[in-house]
T-cell receptor, first 112, second 114 residues
Framework: DAMVIQNPRYQVTQFGKPVTLSCSQTLNHNVMYWYQQKSSQAPKLLFHYYDKDFNNEADTPDNFQSRRPNTSFCFLDIRSPGLGDAAMYLC???????????FGPGTRLLVL | AQSVTQLDSQVPVFEEAPVELRCNYSSSVSVYLFWYVQYPNQGLQLLLKYLSGSTLVKGINGFEAEFNKSQTSFHLRKPSVHISDTAEYFCAVSGVGGGFKTIFGAGTRLFVKA
């Protein structure tokens, strides 16, 4: 089945230690998104790629970076995680910007 | 810019009872509207969407929603809920021609009791 895969499902890191979260898709969609979702809150868009074009939300901290080496993969890098970065990180894809988004199962990040 | 308000943070309901989850939006342009469901420790899954055409939209798992432009609402309904419908439900909006950003509401936790 075509799908969006996130690895790992759970990630524990130490305060200030860089961490990378991975997302891959078999849908061949043009757009890939990264969302941060804290407990009992709405997903908050961090940034998205349309093909290789990177679009950062204005309020996304500089601590968060992303890479998309090819259509299938997208990475979220947190350069120096703080306690406030503990959250669920969701990857999503869509064929174009206005269509349904397909979400991965998420990576839950814990910062110690 | 768009915004979404989900009027109820939690909705408890008995099994087999009807339910309505309320969603209001604001936008200066035409919109696309979505309802997503999130089960514990999972990503979001599309329930239904309104892009254009008929204002009554039917989705998966027996859910439907009605787009009301005059009241700027997109309420989600199900005539008879099951225990398995217990989940978080998110209403979302995208502006037509507004690029790639979808705005999500804060979510409504539906809790179905036996």
């Amino acid at each position: 089945d075509a799908m969006v895969i996130q690895n790992p499902r759970y990630q524990v890191t130490q305060f200030g230690k860089p961490v990378t979260l991975s997302c891959s898709q078999t849908l061949n969609h043009n757009v890939m998104y990264w969302y941060q979702q804290k407990s009992s809150q709405a997903p908050k868009l961090l940034f998205h790629y349309y093909d290789k074009d990177f679009n950062n939300e204005a309020d996304t901290p500089d601590n968060f970076q992303s890479r998309r080496p090819n259509t299938s993969f997208c990475f979220l890098d947190i350069r120096s995680p703080g306690l406030g970065d503990a959250a669920m990180y969701l990857c999503a894809t869509s064929r174009t910007g206005v269509e349904t988004q397909y979400f991965g199962p998420g990576t839950r990040l814990l910062v110690l | 810019a768009q915004s979404v308000t989900q009027l109820d943070s939690q909705v408890p309901v008995f099994e087999e009872a009807p339910v309505e989850l309320r969603c209001n939006y604001s936008s200066s342009v035409s919109v696309y509207l979505f309802w997503y469901v999130q089960y514990p420790n999972q990503g979001l899954q599309l329930l239904l969407k309104y892009l254009s055409g008929s204002t009554l939209v039917k989705g998966i798992n027996g859910f439907e929603a009605e787009f009301n432009k005059s009241q700027t609402s997109f309420h989600l309904r199900k005539p008879s809920v099951h225990i398995s419908d217990t989940a978080e439900y998110f209403c979302a909006v995208s502006g037509v021609g507004g690029g790639f950003k979808t705005i999500f509401g804060a979510g409504t936790r539906l809790f179905v009791k036996a």
